[in-house]
């Protein structure tokens, strides 16, 4: 049973930073997906970024490529999502979410960036840029 808690959202200045953590509870395997989410009054969910707990393996959202960087702490059980240079469309409830990763028939195995293929939730924290 995994359970995601947020924390560290806030109000800021456009150009100014804010760090975002998710504590991970209940991980028995590595073999998660790992995924910061937000959304905007009105707009749809948009996947931030993906990564593999295992490996740390990263994909970013072109709208935050350069600005968000995610950071992973095992032995705390902590997901950081450090995000710098804001501008106020950044303005959103931001979702920590996890998943047990697809195995490929290969081997190996894959993440997924779409909202739907995340099933465990956290209840999100505020972001507001102005």
């Known amino acids: 049973h995994v359970q995601l808690v947020e924390s560290g959202g806030g109000s800021v200045q456009a150009g100014g930073s804010l760090r975002l953590s998710c504590v991970v509870s209940?991980?028995?395997?590595?073999?998660?997906?790992m995924a910061w989410f937000r959304q905007a009054p009105g707009k749809e969910r948009e996947g931030v970024i993906s990564i593999f707990w295992r490996d740390a393996r990263t994909t970013y959202a072109d709208s935050v490529k350069g600005r968000f960087f995610v950071s992973q702490d095992h032995s705390k059980n902590l997901l950081s999502l450090q995000m710098n240079s804001l501008k106020p469309e950044d303005t959103a409830m931001y979702y920590c979410?996890?998943?047990?990763?697809?195995?490929?028939?290969?081997?190996?195995?894959?993440?997924?960036?779409?909202?739907?293929?995340?099933?465990?939730w956290g209840q999100g924290t505020q972001v507001t840029v102005s």
């Open positions: 979410a996890a998943q047990p990763a697809g195995a490929r028939a290969s081997g190996g195995y894959w993440c997924n960036r779409a909202s739907a293929f995340y099933k465990i």
């Open positions: 209940g991980l028995t395997s590595s073999r998660y997906c």
